[in-house]
């Protein structure tokens, strides 16, 4: 199994619809969990942090199942501007970063 | 404006010619990290610093060198550079090792 796994999409969404996907990760002690958002040819920014009781910021809600090892990020009245990879981050006690491989979205007009 | 800058953001060299990217900081992060992002791979680790003198090897080391001198720098050099180092570069720093701040990326292609 992957160390953290996301579905590659693309998730062809129309505008306005609400788009959820998920991000399975291997290792039980992980400890910190992230979502970033990277447009084409572009840097990773920083999304959103995951909290074991949740996240929410505006039209974003982050969670985390420690029980099922998996994150998870949706997104409300989805626009133009969300299509992009969203990236799913863990991080372990041994100060390791692993990054998914992205979950490209595209939000229909 | 914090940020992070690398550069050249774009390269192109051949086979063993030594180079250098630079990568620097105005946040006074003391964590800063190399990776690289390939097609169908994702973002891959190279190296990451704790702190000024310390550094660690990441998942994908081989090929790589790195300093952190000072707080705010952490270049990564390339003694002699193959073609499967052809890729995307990016240098982050952070505060903590968790939430990361991403530098516009290096685009190098070796031939």
């Known amino acids: 199994r992957k160390e953290v796994e996301q579905d590659p999409g693309p998730f062809n969404v129309p505008e306005g619809a609400t788009v959820a996907f998920n991000c399975t990760y291997s290792?039980?002690?992980?400890?910190?969990f992230f979502w970033y958002r990277q447009d084409c040819r572009k840097e990773p920014k920083l999304l959103m942090s995951v909290y074991s009781s949740g996240n929410e910021d505006g039209r974003f809600t982050a969670q985390l199942n420690r029980a099922s090892q998996y994150i998870s990020l949706l997104i409300r009245d989805s626009k133009l501007s969300d299509s992009a990879t969203y990236l799913c981050v863990v991080s372990n006690r041994d100060d390791k970063i692993i990054f998914g491989k992205g979950t490209r979205l595209h939000i229909l007009p | 404006e914090a940020q992070v800058t690398q550069n050249p953001r774009y390269l192109i060299t051949v086979t063993g010619k030594k180079l250098t990217v630079t990568c620097s900081q105005n946040?006074?992060?003391?964590?800063m990290s190399w990776y690289r992002q390939d097609p169908g791979l994702g973002l891959r680790q190279i190296y990451y610093s704790m702190n000024v003198e310390v550094t660690d090897k990441g998942d994908v080391p081989e090929g790589y060198k790195v300093s952190r001198k000072e707080k705010r720098n952490f270049p990564l050099i390339l003694e002699s550079p193959s073609p499967n180092q052809t890729s995307l570069y990016f240098c982050a720093s952070s505060p903590t090792g968790f939430e990361q701040y991403f530098g516009p990326g290096t685009r190098l292609t070796v031939t």
């Open positions: 290792n039980s002690a992980s400890q910190s």
């Open positions: 946040m006074n992060h003391e964590y």
